[in-house]
């Protein structure tokens, strides 16, 4: 059974820092690329950041680029994402995704198994 389980969310004040996790499993983790993606209320889900199979290509969205880094560690089977400078604009629900295939991409058809997701609330 494929589990992706997200955590490290919580409630954080603006201009702060937060450090989210994913760990997969029930399927090879390595061999698939993982993306971040995130949902505010009534809003679509939109994608934040992705990264192929080995960490050797990453994307991001123009809303988190340049305070965001996507990594993954395949020896513990986790994806993680770090959001520096965080705004209340940043406030959703963060899930993540493993891909069909080993790259990197933006779209969510791309995407097979998803997470619960795990909240993040950023304060004024």
């Known amino acids: 059974q494929v589990q992706l389980v997200e955590s490290g969310g919580g409630l954080v004040q603006a201009g702060g820092s937060l450090r989210l996790s994913c760990e997969g499993s029930g399927y090879t983790f390595k061999d698939r690329g993982m993306g971040w993606y995130r949902q505010a209320p009534g809003q679509d889900r939109e994608f934040v950041a992705a990264?192929?199979?080995?960490?050797?290509?990453?994307d991001y969205s123009r809303s988190v680029k340049g305070r965001s880094t996507i990594s993954r560690d395949n020896a513990k089977n986790t994806l993680y994402l770090q959001i520096d400078s965080l705004t209340p604009e940043d406030s959703a629900v963060y899930y993540c995704?493993?891909?069909?295939?080993?790259?990197?991409?933006?779209?969510?058809?791309?995407?097979?198994?998803w997470g619960q997701g795990t909240q993040v609330t950023v304060s004024s």
């Open positions: 995704g493993a891909r069909k295939d080993s790259g990197l991409g933006a779209a969510r058809s791309g995407y097979t198994y």
């Open positions: 990264i192929n199979w080995s960490g050797t290509s990453v």
